[in-house]
């Protein structure tokens, strides 16, 4: 979640657990922003441990959900699979989270894997999908449901 969004009613009435995590989407520091934390990953890994079924998303499901679900792929399935749920045409994870959880992690792959995926689909922008994304979470919005980290 931003680092200013609040959790709703919805999620507190059906979930059987939840984790809210507040950074924003930056990866680099920004006057004003919150940038994710070791702390932030640390209890994302404590709280998926185990998990059978989890849901992770964040406001637009495109950015910082992506990269801390491939974080969490990473340590279940290893990097290589993990990299098959991104979708060049959707998202863009956020660089800081996966840099900052290989480094936590000692893992260097999950970050060597990401950045080959990245590579390799430099030539997409997702700036040509925005307009549709943008939408898609706005009509979400609307039904007055706030994205957060959330396990059922």
Request: charged residues 25%; contains cysteine.
């Amino acid at each position: 979640m931003g680092s200013e969004a609040g959790l709703n009613q919805f999620v507190k009435e059906n979930s059987r657990r939840h984790l809210v995590l507040r950074f924003d989407d930056i990866e680099k520091p920004i006057v004003g922003q919150k940038e994710v934390t070791s702390q932030h990953i640390d209890q994302a890994i404590a709280f998926a441990k185990d998990a059978e079924r989890l849901l992770v998303t964040c406001r637009a499901g495109q950015s910082r959900s992506v990269a801390l679900a491939y974080v969490l792929s990473c340590q279940s399935f290893g990097s290589t699979l993990a990299m098959g749920m991104l979708n060049a045409k959707r998202h863009i994870p956020n660089q800081l989270l996966i840099r900052e959880a290989a480094r936590i992690l000692g893992d260097p792959e999950m970050e060597n894997c990401f950045q080959k995926w990245r590579t390799a689909h430099a030539h997409l922008k997702l700036s040509d999908y925005y307009d549709e994304i943008n939408d898609e979470v706005s009509a979400f919005e609307q039904t007055g449901i706030v994205n957060q980290i959330s396990i059922e």
